[in-house]
């Protein structure tokens, strides 16, 4: 799912093409995109596109008249700059979105259609999807203090939480765990005031860190290989290899769809945390520390 470093890229691709500008029309090929009925696609047809913005993972198209477009990509959407009036061709693209200089089309892949476009009339109705988690960009450390203390909650959780901070997933969170070298299943009602730091700059700093890196790997060009997995980072989608702080080998914990990617060396004091699958399995025989882990593959 494309996070905050990832909206922000699109958000600086499409500003320069989009805003400013008319859209003459809206092509929907999917029904299962659409999820509102006023207004109608039709009528933002013509209208002057002001301006964009983000509500966490969503991005907000804004025209005049206080007329909205908010698009969530969920895990498989992604925006293209395609010349204008393409056709829509192929089961995954979803939608058309047709101005003078060019058009974006929305794609979507595999079989689950999530993606989703909402048409809101008034800003008031536009704040009724925002889940109301901070800024993690600028939020001061009082108040990212406050906010993981409000609830009891683990840091992968919390840092993922919509109603928490806005826009941090999955892949960006187990970055900003490695870098703050704390564990993902760390409560955060037993972080004491060090640590809230550690995590409060390692936030800013991995988020900051990949939204320009982002952009001048781009350079400029309309982003077409959105993904949660990226060369240079340090423990997301990256199992089984060095980490590259301390050379340990990367662990995950799997769980649902999801998995948490950490080192146990450099974010647990080396003890290895409970995966639900293979813990179940394994029962008494589940290593606790790296070492274990390690003489077990040798005695296999």
Known sequence: MPELPDVMLYLAALEPRIA???????????????RSVDPAPSELGGRMIVGLERIGKRIVWT???????????????????KPTGVRLAGRNVLAAFDLANGSVTLSEAGEKKRAS???????????DLDPGGIDPLAVDLRTFGE???????????????????????????????????LSPLQLTSRLDDDEIRALHE????TLSHWIGRLAAETGGRFPEKVTAF???????????????RCGARVQRITYAANECDYCARCQTGGRLL???????????????????????????
Request: charged letters at 30%; glycine letters at 8%; aromatic letters at 8%.
């Open 20 to 34: 400013g500008r008319r859209l003459e029309r809206i092509r929907i090929a999917s029904p299962f995109l659409l």
């Open 147 to 181: 906010q993981l203390r409000a609830g009891n909650h683990t840091l992968k959780r919390s840092l993922t939480d919509p109603r928490i901070f806005s826009g941090i997933g999955n892949a960006y969170s187990d970055e900003i765990l490695h870098a703050a070298r």
């Open 63 to 81: 025209f005049e008249d206080e007329l909205f477009a908010v698009f969530h990509l969920m895990i498989a959407g992604r925006f293209h700059w």
């Open 202 to 205: 390692a936030t800013r700093a």
């Open 274 to 300: 409970a995966d639900r699958a293979l813990s179940r399995l394994l029962k008494e025989d589940w290593p606790r520390t790296l070492e274990e882990l390690e003489s077990m593959k040798r005695r296999g």
């Open 117 to 127: 476009l909402h048409l809101i009339r008034g800003r008031e109705a536009l704040g």
């Open 230 to 244: 990226r060369d240079g980072m340090a423990v997301h989608g990256r199992y089984g290899q060095p980490c590259p």
